[in-house]
């Protein structure tokens, strides 16, 4: 068993990998001011459910932590395929959902503070990237980011049946 494998540093590194990549994701929309979609927000569950369960799996005995890590895994793989949707619905493989509207917060106080949102508000939708990197959209990166930690988690579980 390598070091990065053993239960103890995969779920300390799977920790790290979700808080950098959740955090990111907050960084976009807070001070980047990219408004998230719905299935923007609904890719981020995974990494809010993960946290708490990687800090756990790294305090946790040998034989608890395999299990939270094996977990982690397939809540990883669940994460990629919801990234591969989304991605897919950006690329134009497939529609995505018809009540795609976004995150926008609250709604307003009253009917003229309606009116005057309204005038400044765009509809964000979950067919179009609002940002690419190296071409892949935040969506497509989020596949690539869940099954990286997904493998960790997974062969960290693995291994450490065998040990």
Known sequence: MTALTAPRPAALLVLL?????VGGA??????????????CLEQRQPYYLAL????????LPGRLARWV??????????????????AGA?????????????GAGPGPASVDDFLKTLETTRVVSCTEAAWRFLGVSLA????LISLALAGLAGTAAARARRA
């Open 90 to 102: 950006e690329w134009g493989f497939w529609p995505g959902p018809s009540d795609c509207g976004g």
């Open 140 to 143: 497509g990166w989020n596949v």
């Open 17 to 21: 990998g979700a808080a950098a990549t």
């Open 52 to 59: 708490p369960l990687a800090a756990m799996a790294a305090l």
């Open 69 to 86: 890590l094996a977990g982690l895994a397939l809540l990883f793989l669940a994460s990629a395929g919801l990234g591969a949707y989304h």
């Open 26 to 39: 907050l960084i976009f929309q807070h001070v980047l001011g990219y408004v998230p979609c719905k299935l």
